[in-house]
């Protein structure tokens, strides 16, 4: 058991997620007096999930899409410790790593992103690429591009999911092979979703544009496609329906590590720690949460907006639980923007009964995406009042 080298509190901060870069872009600013800080994640470098389609699509390069976690753990004062966290057990506050270790701590908060839902596929899970974890997706395409390179004839690659992330993911990949295949062998993109609609969290104005951009790239859409077994010639829906796919990506449905099951803390159906209105456990007050692998008090989409809205209010609570004082609450909001790029220099914004379309939003999704991500840069500045 590796214990603190001093007897000051330990608060560990367990995933780089959206929420907590910012916890540490805080921390890096206003240090959190009296509190050894340690910072457990799989790389040292986390994207922001904003600008990962326009990374696969080929218009960003993909160190734009990175935010560099380990040197805002060093402004910070955090030890920060590479690995992934495999148990925890909440009342004994002890954290599990997958090298051998476990860390004590006296507070931790958990903000690791989440996993796409396989259940549905049982063994044929392995023969999917996952779009989640986002913080390997970059890689995950890189190895399907090499695979596809070496092709002679024609390939379809499924997307599954119609949510905003799967329809993002089909636009990106066709943008991206129809650029790289121009003098190869033409590359088809399938969507297919349980949904009988498209972007069902969308207004109907976004759905119709966005149909129409499908339909003009030449991507075919599969509504009500209940996707349950993959093979290696393709997928089957649960109606009987098949469709042909030399590979598959999963973006659909959100899954907890099973770990967390076995922790202590009070999860919800899908294994997601349930938290109150200041993001704390509602089983142990010791662990925070944020995130996709929060279930907040008022239910929300499983979308980095929540992580990055959360992420001042994480930090505040935490600095406040620290000095014994009264914490804040986050109200998520109910009305949220959606960026939803198209492959091309083109993006379909939509918030609540508003959809607006065109290469500025693309141009505006472009400026938010790239100014968040040197938001965490060394010397970008902050606000007195944020701290
Ligand atoms: C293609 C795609 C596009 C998307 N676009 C958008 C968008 O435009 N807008 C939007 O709101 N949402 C979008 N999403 C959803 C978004 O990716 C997630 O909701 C968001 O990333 C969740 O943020 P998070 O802070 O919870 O965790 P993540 O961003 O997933 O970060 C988790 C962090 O924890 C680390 N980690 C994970 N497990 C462990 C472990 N066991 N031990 C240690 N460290 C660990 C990871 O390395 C990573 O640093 C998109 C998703 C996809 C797949």
């Known amino acids: 058991m590796r214990s603190a080298p001093s007897r000051r509190p330990v608060l560990i901060l367990v995933g780089a997620g959206h929420a907590h870069v910012e916890v540490l872009r805080r921390f890096a600013h206003r240090p959190l007096a009296g509190t050894d800080l ?148 033409p590359m088809r993109i399938v969507l297919a979703g349980r949904s009988p609609i498209l972007l069902p969290g969308c207004n109907a104005d976004t759905r119709r544009r966005i149909e129409r951009r499908l339909a003009r790239r030449g991507i075919r859409h599969l509504p009500g496609f209940d996707a349950v077994t993959c093979r290696g010639d393709g997928l089957r829906a649960a109606d009987g329906r098949a469709v042909a796919a030399d590979a598959v ?79 804040r609450s986050y109200r998520p909001q109910a009305r949220w923007l959606n960026l939803i790029s198209t492959g091309e220099r083109h993006a379909v914004a939509d918030r609540g009964p508003l959809s607006l379309e065109g290469g500025w939003v693309w141009q505006w999704k472009r400026w938010i995406d790239v100014l968040f991500v040197r938001r965490y840069a060394r010397g970008a500045g902050i606000d007195q009042d944020q701290v």
């Open 38 to 185: 340690v910072l457990v994640t799989r790389a040292a470098r986390t994207p922001y999930s904003g600008a990962v389609p326009l990374v696969i699509a080929g218009h960003l390069p993909p160190e734009a899409a990175l935010i560099d976690a380990a040197g805002l753990a060093a402004r910070a004062s955090a030890r920060l410790i590479l690995a992934s966290a495999i148990g925890l057990d909440a009342s004994a506050r002890t954290l599990h790593l997958d090298d051998g270790t476990r860390l004590r701590f006296d507070q931790m908060s958990l903000d690791i992103g989440s996993m796409p839902d396989m259940a549905a596929l049982g063994r044929d899970a392995a023969a999917v690429i996952p779009a989640k974890p986002i913080d390997g997706l970059l890689a995950r395409i890189e190895a399907l591009s090499a695979a596809m390179r070496g092709r002679e004839a024609p390939a379809t690659i499924a997307v599954v999911g119609s949510g905003p992330a799967g329809v993002e993911l089909a636009f990106s990949l066709d943008h991206r092979f129809a650029a790289g295949h121009r003098r190869g062998p």
């Open 249 to 327: 990506i999963w973006a659909t449905g959100s899954a907890a590590p099973g770990w967390l099951a076995a922790s202590g803390l009070a999860c919800d159906a899908g294994g997601f720690v349930l938290v109150d209105e200041t993001l704390r456990s509602r089983s142990h007050p010791s662990v925070f949460a944020a995130g996709d692998i929060a279930a907040l008090a008022t239910p929300r989409p499983k979308a980095g907006v929540f992580a990055v809205r959360a992420g001042p209010v994480l930090a505040q609570n935490l600095r406040r639980e620290a000095g014994g004082q009264a914490l």
